[in-house]
Structure formats: C-alpha cells, structure tokens
T-cell receptor, first 114, second 111 residues
C-alpha cells in the first residue's frame, strides 16, 4: 500500500514564524503535491514537484515555497506565517508520466497561526 | 468557477437509501476521479473513469461520465452510516499531472 505521511497532524505557530511542513512518500513516486483546504473553497494547489529539485507553482503559491532534495520528501515552507495561512494542508503523490493519475494523500496537517 | 461545480453541496439521507452526487466541469479531460474524505482526514481515492468510458462500477459505487455534457455522477447504493463523509470530484486534464478538485459534497447518512 502507498503510504504518504506528514510530519504533524496539528501545528500552532505565531505570526511571523518560519514554518516547515514535511511530507514523505514510500512508493518512489515522481510527483508530489501540496494543497490547502478551506471551507467552501475545496482543495487548492499551492505547489507541485515532478522530480527532485524541480517545482512548479500551483494556483496559490504566494507566501509559500517548497523544497525537494530527495525523491521521497517534499517540504512546504511558510517563510513568515500569517493568520490567513491558517488552514488544513494536504500532501499527495502519484507516479509520473505526464498523466493525471490517482493521487495518494497524507492525513493532513491542521495549521493554526495566531 | 474554473474548477467546475459539484452538487448538491450537502446531502442528508437515511441508511439504505441511494445517494447521488453530481460534478460538472468546463474544459477537456483525460479522466475524472472521485475521492472521499472523512472529517479532518486526508482524501482517499475511490474510482477513476477515463474520458472514453461512460460508466464504471466498484462495489456499491457507480460512476457515469457524459463528456458531451461535461458532467459526471457518483451513485452510492444502499448507503450506510459509515458512508458519511465529504466526496470530491477531481478533473485530470489532457496534459500534465495536475488534478483540479471540486468543492465537494458533504454526505450525511442517518442510521
């Protein structure tokens, strides 16, 4: 079974702090994704990566950056957290090939920025 | 919305009844997928239907796709209280690996 894990289920940070959200997958997937989920807005793509050290902006990249130094790990970074970044963050992965294949999701990190 | 729409936004039914959720989209697709999310958890893939398919079954799930109307529906038959969750459709485009998710339907199955 594909397993996608996220470093924290719940996280509370203060405005201005630098925040790291980590995601690890164990299926040798090429693609990894970071979404945020807010009530009434569904899932919105922040960034995705199709290979080590490669990244592409999603629909809402402002205020975020990402890092993919190893194939299995994809990190989302909030350089200076703000209250409007309070949200549920979901990581996902799938195999490559340029086709929108099934995505496998982690359990999510609920981030609160005070 | 560029993502398309799902309806209804919320659905409440009794155990044993069927639940139907609909998804519309605006641009061409390679496939359309349905996911389930239990409260506060990650999404779990349910079923994928390709653009050249019209209907697909998986257990109590039936998905239809009408590319001429740019719409899909998910039918859950003989629902159970454990089916209570949010259900999302996701459009796989004709190029690239991205999925575009709808806003979801919250299904409540009352025992």
């Amino acid at each position: 079974d594909v397993k996608v894990t996220q470093s924290s289920r719940y996280l509370v940070k203060r405005t201005g702090e630098k925040v790291f959200l980590e995601c690890v997958q164990d299926m040798d997937h090429e693609n990894m994704f970071w979404y945020r989920q807010d009530p009434g807005l569904g899932l919105r793509l922040i960034y995705f990566s199709y290979d080590v050290k490669m990244k592409e902006k999603g629909d809402i990249p402002e205020g975020y950056s990402v890092s993919r130094e190893k194939k299995e790990r994809f990190s989302l970074i909030l350089e200076s957290a703000s209250t409007n970044q309070t949200s549920m963050y979901l990581c996902a992965s799938n195999s490559g090939g340029g086709v929108a294949d099934t995505q496998y999701f982690g359990p999510g990190t609920r981030l609160t920025v005070l | 919305s560029q993502q398309g729409e799902e309806d209804p936004q919320a659905l409440s039914i009794q155990e044993g009844e069927n639940a139907t959720m609909n998804c519309s989209y605006k641009t061409s697709i390679n496939n359309l997928q349905w996911y389930r999310q239990n409260s506060g958890r990650g999404l779990v893939h349910l079923i994928l239907i390709r653009s050249n398919e019209r209907e697909k079954h998986s257990g109590r799930l039936r998905v239809t796709l009408d590319t001429s109307k740019k719409s899909s529906s998910l039918l859950i038959t003989a629902s159970r209280a454990a089916d209570t969750a949010s259900y999302f459709c996701a459009r796989g485009g004709t190029s690239g690996s991205r999925l575009t998710f709808g806003e979801g339907t919250q299904l409540t199955v009352n025992p």
